[in-house]
């Protein structure tokens, strides 16, 4: 098994915490944009589709080696609202720490060192 495949897996049962962020979602049932099962699965299909698709790109990005930090850089200018380019800093510094604690890897070092506040999670 590939560690990408591994982190994945254990993302649920390290610190990183991925498990607990809904991408918006309590945002949009207290907005009433989420009232059922039908409009949660539009919602669901619709972030895929861009966020999902954007993250994608940014990790195959990462793992194909470009620059960590241009994509960290880029990852910024596709995610315009503050809050959640703070969540996915949160998220990559959490799994970044079980990363590097795992795995350890000049490449997360030194992403690590370049992004103290963390890089975005698809990056890591």
Known sequence: MSRAALLVLADGRFPAG???HSGGAEAAVKAGRIRDAVSLE????GRLHTAGLVAAALAAAA????DPV?????ADAR???PALRLAARRLGRQM?????????????DALAAA????AHQPIV
């Open 42 to 45: 539009a919602f669901c299909r």
């Open 79 to 81: 995610t315009p609202v």
């Open 70 to 74: 241009v994509l960290d850089e880029a």
């Open 96 to 108: 970044m720490r079980a990363a590097r604690a795992t795995w350890p890897s000049a490449e997360l």
């Open 115 to 118: 992004r103290p506040r963390g």
């Open 63 to 66: 793992a194909a080696g470009c």
């Open 18 to 20: 991925g498990h607990a």
